[in-house]
């Protein structure tokens, strides 16, 4: 399959298995391997499931229309804004959080206390690790720059995303 042959669809959805997949094996490290989330770990999540929702919203709107066409580039433009706070997240988790002994209330702490996820779904965005205990080595990687890897695939994926809905129309 060349690479001008694949859709907008199709990346967006690869985005969304991705996205969504991430969370997936984040669930798993957790409650199968014991290894517990921080709270810049339960912010990826949270970005990560974002990602994926928005990716999801960009295939719906009939792209053969101007005004689905646009909403389609919205969802999409946002999507791949929130795979960056995703990468600026992991990267900050690395090389700040993870460093730093100090128990101080951080950004990500805040959000999650005012969002209330944590009371929401304590199994799945409650922070049970500090930083530098939650950025374990999986196969041989910490977890956040396993993370901050998926986040580059998924900036790729949707700036090839946008591409190919942008292109469809010139044809």
Do not use: K
């Not at 970005?47 to 389609?72: F, K, Q, W």
């Not at 993870?98 to 950004?107: E, I, P, Q, R």
């Amino acid at each position: 399959m060349r690479l001008n042959s694949i859709t907008h669809r199709r990346l967006s959805v690869a985005i969304a298995l991705f996205s969504w997949g991430s969370v997936g094996v984040a669930l798993f490290t957790q409650h199968v391997l014991g290894m517990q989330p921080c709270p810049w770990c339960i912010a990826q999540r949270v970005l990560y499931l974002l990602c994926g929702a928005l990716a999801i919203l960009a295939v719906l709107p009939p792209v053969r229309s101007s005004a689905g066409r646009i909403i389609a580039t919205l969802f999409s433009a946002t999507g791949i804004v929130a795979a960056g706070g995703a990468l600026v997240t992991a990267l900050y988790q690395h090389f700040v959080a993870a460093a730093s002994g100090s128990c101080a209330v951080t950004a990500a702490d805040r959000f999650l206390m005012e969002t209330g996820l944590a009371d929401w779904l304590p199994e799945v965005f409650e922070p049970r690790a500090s930083c530098a205990e939650a950025d374990q080595a999986l196969i041989g990687l910490p977890y956040s720059i396993w993370s901050a890897i998926l986040a580059v695939i998924l900036l790729v994926l949707g700036g090839l995303a946008l591409r190919a809905l942008w292109r469809s129309r010139v044809r």
